[in-house]
């Protein structure tokens, strides 16, 4: 090791732009990493903060949230039963709004229309202002990314094509769904909007669009034995029958796939021929004793120093560059997945090296020597 660290310390400027590499390579992972976690986020935000362990859907939905409607008489009834905990019911539509108090620029917004229960697990937790309050129906939590739009607490809100006036009664953060701010509401204000034509509701009884469960051991197949019309699914389930989620999440990973591939490529392929030029060097060493064993662990700790300072410093880079980002950039880099990347960047770094190091095990002295580079 301190011979690895005496060769580096004496050739800064070459280590330094071989670092300089690796650094702009994890710098890239990294980048379009939260670039597609923070797309990701954003269509199914809301969907992932819900601390439900089961949903019901409408029988045929396949988990599909635009297909399911079923009777929240059922959530009422479930409830203390099966091994639920708790149960709440889930509306769900896509709006367009208009702050009353900037009418005149006729700037309307699109955003995510969720009916909630109050006071139920299934209600977010405001960061400012106050929750929902089951007697003030027309009172309504906003993302806080609409406040960047001009909208404030105690501004009423406009539902364009219909009658409907609501409240700002508080902010939330980081609630959006399928790429919309969320707004949430009272189920029962939901219901007057998502099924104000008659007959819409198909004679269902309290209509909602899911029901969400809580409770350690729920009795899944029991419960859609019991219950006609409905089926059962997993959070993450829910989650990738989102509109479109399944088939960008799948745009994103097999991009991020392609992208560690060509990395992991470049690196193992740029440390080989780095070591393999310094075939001569080697010769000499193994000349005046070195053993191979000394020669391998001097080239594999040389390369783990190397690639973790460069990997540090690509995650520093990253952080510094998301500071430029605009504001409404969908960029989530999280520190689990920053870790997990940046280890498996330096395995394939130290795997480069160890094959490259076995070449260096079969050098012949005397022919390394002699030989001209």
Known sequence: MFLALKEMKHSKTRFAMIGTIIMLIAWLVFILSGLGNGLSTLAAATMKNI????????????????????????????????????????????????????????????VAF??????????????????????????????????????????????????????????????????????????ATWQSYAFAAPGSNNGLEDPVTMIVLQGTSI????IAKDYDLIETFTKSEAVMGMPGYKEESATIYMMLAFLFAISAVIIAVFFYVFILQKTQQFGVMKAIGA???????????????????????GIGLTYLTALVFPEDMPFNLDFNMVLIYGVVLLIVSVLGSVISARQVTKIDPLTAIGRVE
Do not use: C
Request: proline letters at 3%; a negative charge; hydrophobic letters at 35%.
């Open 51 to 110: 601390d439900g362990d089961l949903f019901i859907y409408e029988e045929g939905s396949e988990g599909t949230m635009m297909k399911t409607k079923v009777s929240g008489a059922i959530a009422e009834d479930i409830e203390g039963k099966y091994g639920v905990k708790e149960a709440a019911k889930f509306g769900q539509s896509t709006i367009i709004i208009q702050n009353e108090a900037t009418s005149n620029t006729k700037e309307k917004h699109d």
């Open 114 to 187: 969720i009916g909630v229960d109050p006071g139920k697990f299934i209600e977010p937790k405001v960061v400012e202002g106050k929750q929902l309050d089951p007697n003030d129906p027309f009172g309504v939590l906003i993302d806080e990314s609409l406040q960047k739009k001009g909208y404030e607490i105690g501004d009423t809100i406009v539902v364009t094509s219909s009658d409907i006036k609501l409240n700002i009664v508080g902010f939330t953060t980081g609630e959006t769904f399928n790429h919309l701010p969320t707004v949430f509401v009272d189920v």
């Open 219 to 222: 009795e899944a197949d029991q």
């Open 291 to 313: 053993s191979n064993r000394f020669i391998k662990n001097s080239i594999i700790t040389q390369v783990f120093v190397l690639s973790l300072v460069s990997i540090i410093a």
